[in-house]
């Protein structure tokens, strides 16, 4: 059979079939033309009976404006919350039946002090009480102005321990703040880990063997401790208490589920010397030391790990004006810490879970604090001069409810006071609105390159340790 003759064949038999499809696409088409128009056609009538009956006004914009702007706030709000809480859930299930190798390496103990008389000898015994053998402290005394050294000088030697003897060393340095005295203990030591913390820090006795058993997985680079408030039973005190148990330690539990908590905090941080040396140490170009090294770590690829197990008792500010200044300089700590890693923020090539951390630190430090701020303002505004105060009380009162839900959770999990609970509700309406307050005058300030000094907390003698930690 020649060419001609099966092409000739070929033609007969596909162009019916050709032709047919040709008539279904057009058959579709007309349908779909005949359905939208008909819809056009039925909307139109719509607009034309009902806009003799409408009322435009100012009033009714604004009534529908804050309608529309409440259900899109709640829903943000309750998106980032459940997601938080479900991370966080998750990553509780995962720890509670985990079984992790027990290992106990030579640990140092870094403890940088400046001006540390009244709290330094408790935290220095907190230390001589944990559960674990092999470890020495060292203190690094960053030029202080107080009786601070000559508290040292007298703890400094071989000191009897829970089950071996610890020997305490001293370095004394000129003051050029807290993260060269931490390098300079890191430094002097010869551990493969090294524990972090503030001089202020008291630690449970099972801290260090929690956390340490953690880096038999060779992808761990550092572990994030529990911090919680020291100096309780007052009112702004207890509201950070509430702060740090459910604001801190539910969203690095929800982190640690994906190895990616964001600031590995102050008061109990344990490290692999080798990602600290990869991360090139802490640096002092920022106000937020431990969230600036957390960054450095997540950029070498270093997974960060949550113990909860990992206490640090610290104190918080007793002061409005104290909890304002901490906040104020931990906001522009973040930021600056933001700034110097901006780069990767639009680059998520090299390293997505890294991206996906600077985004939410900036989403939470730069974002939220105005839509909170913004969405009360508008809300009371609105309730105010169009009389929506019950519209206003039951937004109030279901975010309270929420809070307290969510309080009862965390509490029940750190098996924490109960007493705490209650004081959820005020905590997102007054404790929160005040924080972002703060927070977005901070971010304001720092952009707009205004200079401003570290700041110290005024610390205070506080036997109140013993009673806390005995309940959990």
Known sequence: MSNNTVKRAYYIFTQPENEQKGENLEQKYLRRILISGLVSVILLLIIVFTLPSTVLSVSALIEYSVIVALVIFLFVLLVRYF????LAYLYVNEYTFSDEEEI???????????????VIRDSIKSLLNLNYSNYEIIIVNDGSTDNTRTICESLVGIRKGKFSDVKITLINKENAGKATALNTGISYSKAD????????????????????????????????????VLNRKRFLTDL?????IEGLNMARSAQS?????NIIPGPIGVFRRKALEEAGFYSSDTFAEDADVTLKLLSKGWKIYYE????????????LQQLLKQRYRWTRGIIQSIRKHKRFLFNPTINFGYTFVLWTMFYEALVWPVMNIAANAFFISAAIVFGFSNLLFFWWAGLALLDMITALYCIAVEK????????AVLYRMVFILI?????????IEEFLGIRMSWGKLERQTNTAYTSISGNL
């Not at 640990?107 to 009244?118: D, G, W």
């Not at 909860?308 to 002061?319: D, K, R």
């Not at 924080?435 to 971010?443: A, E, G, L, N, Y």
């Open 83 to 86: 997601a938080i809480l479900i």
């Open 104 to 118: 106990s390496p030579f640990v140092s103990i870094i403890v940088p002090v400046y001006n540390e008389e009244k």
């Open 193 to 228: 880990f090294v524990l972090c913390m503030d001089g202020d820090s008291q630690l449970l006795p099972d801290t260090l063997r929690a956390a340490v058993r953690h880096f038999s997985d060779e992808r761990i680079g550092a572990v994030a401790g529990n911090v919680k």
């Open 240 to 244: 950070q208490a509430l702060e740090y």
């Open 257 to 261: 589920f994906l190895r990616l908590v």
């Open 308 to 319: 909860p197990a990992a206490v640090s008792f610290t104190q918080a500010p007793a002061t």
């Open 416 to 423: 924490e006071e109960f007493r705490l609970i209650w004081y």
């Open 435 to 443: 924080i972002d307050i703060c927070k977005t005058m901070s971010t």
